[in-house]
Structure formats: structure tokens, C-alpha cells
């Protein structure tokens, strides 16, 4: 198993440019989620999905968006990127998204908005 | 307001030496209270996950202590080794369903030969 994917490993754009981080996981979990990681902080959670079709917002969505065609992928669309989205972005995965079960990591994406 | 709180902020300690990290939450209603170990360029891996009635709970050389009485919880690293330096999250869990986990701001440990 792979486990948990991410592309790109690190991206640079331009304020008002859009792109998509993409995420893929081959452990058949329901429950995927987007997280983004800034210096000091906590991560947030910035969206999750419980299952193929399903998705919601998490703490920070603005300015984002997330679909779920298949159990496997989760894309995270930034609409018109700005220098606040500047951040490493994780993508998780845990079999049902339960409160006990084990999250899984990506590697990141490190984004860097000028 | 539901906040986990670590401390220190980075650590500095010699290899072969132990170490005990802090976290204080006030995350409710409680579900379950997790550390992870996150590599320097890497994403957090789970080192171990308590809940509430549980008081301990070792995964090698890393031990966890939980008192949900006064919300706090340790995570003690015995015998250090030079693959320790890395951050150490603490995540509180909520019992909701969704957005149900409270990140720390990790401690930075750096372990010197």
C-alpha cells in the first residue's frame, strides 16, 4: 500500500491564479480531510469528507473547495489563490472517521503565493 | 473555547538523555487524546491514542499519561535517540462527528549526540 498521496510536493503561484492539490489514498477509508499547516499553529482543518459524494467544511473552507467522486481522491481547489494560503496543506485518511480511529498523513504540499 | 496548548515550544536535550513534554487541553466533551510524532517535512504518524479511562499507555520508548481530571497529558521519551528530533503534536478528539480534532502546536524536540 501507498497509503496516503500527495501532489504536488511543493507549489509556487501567483495571487489570483488557481490550482488543485490533489490527494489519493489506496486503504479503502471512508473519512478523508484537508488540513493546512502554519508556523506556531495547530493544524485546521480546512475540509473532510465521510464517504464518496459527501463533504463538508471544516474550520478554515473560505477560499477553497473539495469534491469526492471516488473513495480514492480527494481534490482541494484553490479558487484565485492569495498570500494567506501560503502554508503546507496535509491530506488524511481514516477508515471511517470515527473519533477513535487512526488518521493518516500525506507527505504535504507546500504552497507558496506570492 | 476548545484549545490545546503544548509546552515548551522546542527542546534541546542530549542523546541517551530522557525527556517529558507537556500538553493542556480544554477540548469538550472529551473523546480521546492523541500524540503524534511529525518528521521535518513529513506528515504527523500516531505514536499513540488514550481515552478517557485510560491513564497510560506506552508504544516503545514513548509513554503517554492521561488525567482528564485536570485535562492534562505528558508524553515522556526515554533514552533518547538522534531519530527523536522531530515535532510532538498533541491532538484532543471530540465526541462529534466531522471536525472533531483539536491540533497543538507541537514541541519541537532536537536531540544532540
Known amino acids: 500500500n501507498a497509503g496516503v498521496t500527495q501532489t504536488p510536493k511543493f507549489q509556487v503561484l501567483k495571487t489570483g491564479q488557481s490550482m488543485t492539490l490533489q490527494c489519493a489514498q489506496d486503504m479503502n477509508h471512508e473519512y478523508m480531510s484537508w488540513y493546512r499547516q502554519d508556523p506556531g499553529m495547530g493544524l485546521r482543518l480546512i475540509h473532510y469528507s465521510v464517504g464518496a459524494g459527501i463533504t463538508d467544511q471544516g474550520e478554515v473552507p473560505n477560499g477553497y473547495n473539495v469534491s469526492r467522486s471516488t473513495t480514492e481522491d480527494f481534490p482541494l481547489r484553490l479558487l484565485s489563490a492569495a498570500p494567506s494560503q501560503t502554508s503546507v496543506y496535509f491530506c488524511a485518511s481514516s477508515q471511517h472517521g470515527t473519533s477513535t480511529d487512526t488518521q493518516y498523513f500525506g507527505p504535504g504540499t507546500r504552497l507558496t503565493v506570492l | 473555547k476548545n484549545q490545546v496548548e503544548q509546552s515548551p515550544q522546542s527542546l534541546i536535550i542530549l542523546e541517551g538523555k530522557n525527556c517529558t513534554l507537556q500538553?493542556?487541553?480544554?477540548?469538550?466533551?472529551?473523546?480521546?487524546l492523541r500524540w503524534y510524532k511529525q518528521d521535518t517535512g513529513r506528515g504527523p504518524v500516531s505514536l499513540t491514542i488514550?481515552?478517557?479511562?485510560?491513564n497510560t499507555k506506552s508504544n516503545g520508548r514513548y509513554t503517554a499519561t492521561l488525567d482528564a481530571d485536570t485535562k492534562q497529558s505528558s508524553l515522556h521519551i526515554t533514552a533518547s535517540q538522534l531519530s527523536d528530533s522531530a515535532s510532538y503534536i498533541c491532538v484532543v478528539s471530540r465526541l462529534r462527528a466531522g471536525n472533531m480534532l483539536t491540533f497543538g502546536g507541537g514541541t519541537r524536540l532536537m536531540v544532540k549526540p
Open positions: 500538553c493542556n487541553y480544554t477540548v469538550s466533551p472529551f473523546s480521546n
Open positions: 488514550m481515552t478517557f479511562s485510560e
